[in-house]
C-alpha cells in the first residue's frame, strides 16, 4: 500500500514540475519574439503566483504569462521586511574573485591582511575619498584599489590616475591625494598603465558607479559605507 502510494503521489508530481517549467520557456519565447534586441537570458518564477521574474543582463524585471505587462522595479515581501531583488539581484550581479586582474590594482596591505576587499575607485570622486577615510580604521586587510576614472564626471581623473600608478609608491600616493590632498605626481611620463583596462573592467561587470566594493566572495556594495558596515560584511 506505501509503494502503491509513493508511485501515485510521484506521478502527481512530476507533471506538475514540468507544467511548471514549460510555462517559464513558454513566457521566455515570447519574450524573445517580442523583444528580439533585448537581453533576456532567463525567465524564473517569482514569489507572486502567475507573475514571473524575467532576467535581462544583470537587470531583473516582472511580467504575466502572456508577456503583455512588464514592470520593473523591487519587490517586497513585507511580512519578514525583505526586499526580494535586491537579493536576486546580489546573486546575479556575484563576481568571481579569481576573474579580477590584480596586478592591475594597487595594492594595501593593512595588519595581518586577511581579508581582501577589491575597490573601484575615481580619483575625484567626492564619495571615494570619503571611503578612503572610512578605510584608513580597517584593519587586517588587504585593499585592492583599481583606479577607475568617469572621465564623462571628472575630465582630469583620467590624468591622476595614471599619475598615481607611476608615482614611485603608488600607495602611498593615492592616500595621500584622497585624504591629504597632495598633488599626485608621476616618476616616469612614459609608465605603461592600466587605467584604460580598469575602465573596460568595470563596464564588464556592469560597475557604473564610484566607489563599488567587492568582497572576497563575489558580493559587491557601491557607495561610501561607514567602516564599522565594512568591517561586518567583510567579516572576520
Known amino acids: 500500500m506505501k509503494i502503491s502510494r509513493l508511485i501515485l503521489l510521484t506521478a502527481l508530481i512530476l507533471p506538475i514540475t514540468a507544467f511548471a517549467g514549460d510555462k517559464e520557456d513558454a513566457v521566455l519565447k515570447i519574450l524573445k519574439e517580442k523583444y528580439p534586441s533585448t537581453q ?17 543582463g544583470k537587470n531583473i524585471a516582472y511580467t504575466d504569462e502572456t508577456a503583455r505587462f512588464l514592470m520593473f522595479g523591487h519587490l517586497f515581501d513585507m511580512q519578514i521586511q525583505q ?34 576587499l577589491a575597490v573601484f575607485s575615481d580619483p575625484d570622486c567626492p564619495y571615494c575619498k570619503s571611503l578612503e577615510t572610512s578605510l584608513e580604521k ?55 598603465n592600466p587605467i584604460k583596462d580598469n575602465v573596460a573592467l568595470g563596464q564588464v561587470l556592469g ?12 558580493s559587491m556594495k557601491p557607495g561610501a559605507a561607514p567602516v564599522e558596515q565594512i568591517d561586518a560584511w567583510l567579516g572576520k
Open 40 to 56: 533576456v537570458s532567463a525567465v524564473n518564477p517569482s514569489p507572486i503566483a502567475g507573475i514571473f521574474e524575467v532576467v535581462m
Open 207 to 218: 560597475i557604473t558607479g564610484t566607489p563599488t566594493l567587492i568582497a572576497h566572495d563575489g
Open 83 to 116: 526586499d526580494m531583488t535586491a537579493d536576486r539581484l546580489a546573486k546575479l550581479n556575484n563576481i568571481e574573485w579569481s576573474s579580477l586582474p590584480l596586478s592591475n590594482a594597487i595594492k594595501t596591505v593593512k595588519g595581518n591582511g586577511k581579508r581582501t
Open 138 to 192: 580597517l584593519d587586517n586587510v588587504t585593499i585592492y584599489t583599481f583606479l577607475f576614472p568617469l572621465a564623462s564626471l571628472h575630465p582630469q581623473s583620467e590624468a591622476k590616475a595614471v599619475a598615481i600608478w607611476c608615482s614611485k609608491n603608488p600607495s602611498a600616493t593615492w592616500h595621500q591625494w584622497m585624504v591629504k590632498a597632495e598633488e599626485p605626481k608621476a616618476s616616469k611620463a612614459d609608465c605603461t
